[in-house]
């Protein structure tokens, strides 16, 4: 995760979704407790119990999720097949974004009033 500048990883087995270890289980479930991330598997430390989310549910939903989980990612799925992960900055971008072009149509419509 490191490398890659990354917050998680999903855990995967034959294809299949399993969970997702992130950088709050790492420190929590590894750091603080004194193990060693060499002797510790990912399906030790994983959340698996996380809500699934599909490509068409709003950016508002998974932000509501989220909050009431306290939770930072979320598992994107089609059916069964896992196909993303989506995080709590991707929407915070989002949601900022649309708050931009939300102003801008404002100030063009202000501008063109007058």
């Known amino acids: 995760m490191a490398d890659?500048?990354?917050?998680?990883?999903?855990?995967m087995s034959n294809g299949k979704y399993l969970g997702l270890v992130t950088e709050r289980?790492?420190?929590?479930?590894?750091?603080?407790q004194g193990k060693s991330s060499t002797d510790?598997?990912?399906k030790e430390?994983?959340?698996n119990n996380l809500p699934r989310v599909t490509p068409v549910d709003l950016v508002e939903y998974?932000?509501?999720?989220?909050?009431?989980?306290?939770i930072?990612?979320?598992p994107v799925f089609d059916n069964d097949l896992v196909i993303g992960i989506v995080?709590?900055?991707d929407l915070v971008k989002e949601t900022i974004l649309a708050q931009q072009e939300t102003i801008s149509h404002?100030?063009?419509y202000l501008h063109s009033s007058l």
């Open 4 to 11: 890659q500048n990354i917050g998680s990883v999903m855990v």
């Open 25 to 32: 289980d790492y420190s929590r479930k590894v750091a603080l």
């Open 40 to 42: 510790t598997l990912a």
């Open 45 to 47: 430390i994983m959340s």
């Open 62 to 70: 998974c932000m509501q999720l989220m909050s009431d989980k306290n």
């Open 72 to 74: 930072r990612y979320l």
């Open 87 to 89: 995080s709590i900055n």
């Open 106 to 108: 404002l100030k063009d």
